[in-house]
């Protein structure tokens, strides 16, 4: 009887177009805390002071407090074995996008290419006043960081309540309903819209390929679920 991961294997195998939807639990055997399981960034932290506009607002200096700390525990880290794996898919697969609710910047650094980032990156900074936007990787001494033309620079990332980049969630669709498989890694499946994804696969023709070593709302319905952590998983799909 074969195994779902080697079931799973032979659809990846023959797919001709793949479509991947990351999230933290990618980044997790990196060492970067996920935010729904115990110890994650948010246990200590709530989110409405931290990830929202009006926490940016009320709090500037705290908020980059935060997000400078995360940016250095990131800086520390390297991308895993499953991040890898999406590489060598990405390099072998005929049509491949990777759509990423990940801000860590740990699929940019293992090498792939074709990345929709939703909730935007870590490493980029935006003006609040010109909305000019910069890379920095460097460690941010003065909190917040102000730009050239005297306006506050915010962390480059989707806060809740806010608009995701500009045609990022359209673009995603299209790939995902045009997809012969999408893989679901690391993702809770909790945060709209990104979590569309899954039930538009679903109602689509792509068989679906989670990743993940607990249960989410869609396991019962997607084609494999295989449970187990991605850094082991990911590299079996190969
Ligand atoms: N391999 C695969 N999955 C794992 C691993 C692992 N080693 N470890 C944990 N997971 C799973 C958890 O079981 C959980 O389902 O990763 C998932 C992480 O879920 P969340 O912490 O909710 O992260 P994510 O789904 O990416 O959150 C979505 O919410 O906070 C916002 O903007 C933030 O992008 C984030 C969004």
Redesign the pocket.
């Known amino acids: 009887m074969p195994q779902p991961v080697d079931s799973a294997r032979s659809i990846v195998r023959d797919a001709k177009r793949i479509a991947v939807l990351t999230?933290?639990?990618?980044s997790?055997?990196s060492g970067i805390p996920?935010?729904?399981?115990n110890g994650?960034f948010?246990q200590n932290q709530r989110f409405e002071d931290l990830?929202t506009p009006q926490g940016f607002a009320r709090d500037p200096k705290f908020v980059w407090q935060w997000y400078e700390e995360r940016r250095r525990n990131i800086a520390e880290t390297k991308p895993n074995a499953?991040h890898h794996a999406l590489v060598a898919l990405e390099n072998r697969a005929e049509q491949f996008t990777l759509v990423t609710?990940?801000?860590d910047g740990l699929h940019d650094l293992a090498g792939s290419k074709n990345l929709i980032k939703l909730?935007g990156d870590i490493w980029t900074l935006r003006c609040t006043k010109c909305n000019k936007e910069k890379v920095d990787r460097t460690e941010l001494a003065d909190l917040p960081p102000y730009c050239d033309c005297g306006g506050m620079l915010r962390p480059g990332v989707?806060w809740f309540g806010e608009m995701l980049p500009e045609g990022a969630i359209e673009k995603a669709s299209a790939v995902v309903v045009s997809a012969d498989v999408l893989i679901v890694?690391?993702?809770?499946?909790?945060?709209y819209p990104?979590a569309a994804l899954i039930p538009l696969a679903l109602r689509s023709r792509a068989a679906v390929i989670e990743?993940?070593?607990?249960e989410?709302d869609f396991s019962s319905d997607v084609t494999f679920g295989l449970r187990g952590?991605?850094?082991t998983i990911l590299p079996q799909l190969l």
Not at 211 to 214: A, S
């Open positions: 999230g933290a639990g990618v997790a055997e996920t935010f729904r399981s994650g948010w990830a499953g609710q990940n801000v909730h989707v890694a690391g993702t809770s499946a909790q945060v990104a990743v993940n070593p607990e989410t952590p991605s850094a």
